[in-house]
């Protein structure tokens, strides 16, 4: 037998009903609504270098393409390892994202122990760009205007001739490393938390020669400050036509360039990713944005994710055959 509920009491059941559909609304709200403020995009290199100025390149573009401020914060230290720990350990919601290299794929055979594991606890978005890695010497080291001469003159001033590096197991240290190895030489290795200063003191004098980015050197490459002896890339570079590579100066097996992409906090709801990777890609594929690429000496890459993964998981393979044979390792 079926009994009619009492008016008062229908009431006060639609009334919870509706306050509950109005209590989850915000949430619902808040889950469809991403990005609800603005996103902060973590350099782990001082400002002034190549992944300073990729970051905000992107960071530009980004921020108009999704309504919402993206700020670059620089985050330096231990070859870069600080920004990427600060980003591993931040909470997955999409607002807290690192501007990451190929020095990451290194670090993780260089450094005995990481406090995060790069491949575990970060997912890839996608890969901005590839800039070629260049020998440049101080213009006024005058015995050296091409790699074999860089070459003698090392051998008659073992450990006195210095390079800089953006940092302890940073593609640049290995790269000096494995010229190294492969010319007979010794070289003192003086690690820089970034291209920026780095460039100051190479500048300066203070360093004699570097192996980096082309992005913080070509302006003073193409003042005549500094001298391009050799790009490490398999390929000359576009802006650099006339500048062999090490291969073509006589040392084999150089193909060593620096990549550089966004990644986010593991955790980070696939959702997010995604739309991350389509507003980037659409970004990095425009050609505005290629303009500005070239500009610099970058080419732009606009991968999947997945791709992107890849490449991390290949990388980290071939670095950590290269760091066993050079016996590079950071305590």
């Known amino acids: 037998m079926n009994q009619r509920v009492p008016l008062n009491r229908r009431i006060l059941a639609s009334a919870a009903v509706a306050a509950l559909g109005l209590s989850l609304a915000p949430w619902a709200a808040a889950q469809e609504a991403w990005p609800a403020k603005p996103i902060s995009l973590i350099v782990p290199f001082p400002a002034g270098g190549t992944t300073d100025v990729l970051a905000r390149a992107l960071a530009d573009a980004l921020s108009k393409s999704l309504g919402q401020p993206v700020v670059v914060e620089s985050k330096p230290g231990a070859g870069a390892t600080l920004g990427a720990d600060y980003v591993a350990k931040a909470k997955p919601d999409g607002y807290t994202l690192l501007m990451g290299a190929v020095h990451h794929t290194i670090a993780t055979s260089v450094y005995k122990k990481l406090p995060y594991d790069f491949q575990k606890d970060l997912a890839p978005v996608t890969t901005v760009a590839m ?155 425009s050609p505005d944005f290629g303009e500005r690429m070239k500009a610099i000496g970058a080419d732009p890459i606009g991968d999947s994710s997945a791709e992107m993964a890849t490449r991390i998981r290949e990388e980290t393979v071939k670095f950590a055959q290269l760091v066993k044979d050079g016996k590079v390792v950071v305590e």
Do not use: C
């Open 131 to 285: 800039v070629p890695n260049v020998l440049v010497v101080n213009a006024a080291l005058t015995p050296a205007k091409t790699v074999g001469e860089l070459v003698a003159f090392a051998k008659t001033s073992p450990t006195t001739l210095a390079y800089g590096s953006n940092g302890n197991g940073t593609a640049q240290h290995l790269i000096g490393t494995q010229f190294q190895a492969s010319t007979g030489t010794t070289l003192l290795h003086v690690p820089y938390k970034g291209s920026g200063p780095l460039t100051t003191d190479l500048l300066g004098g203070q360093v004699a020669m570097s192996f980096d980015t082309i992005t913080p050197v070509l302006q003073h490459i193409k003042g005549g400050k500094l001298r391009a002896l050799a790009v490490t890339t398999a390929k000359r570079s576009a802006v650099l036509p006339e500048v062999p590579t090490l291969e073509q100066a006589g040392l084999k097996g150089f193909d060593i360039g620096t990549w550089f992409g966004v990644l986010a906090p593991a955790s980070t709801p696939k959702d997010i990713v995604a739309k991350l990777n389509r507003e980037m890609v659409k970004i990095i594929r």
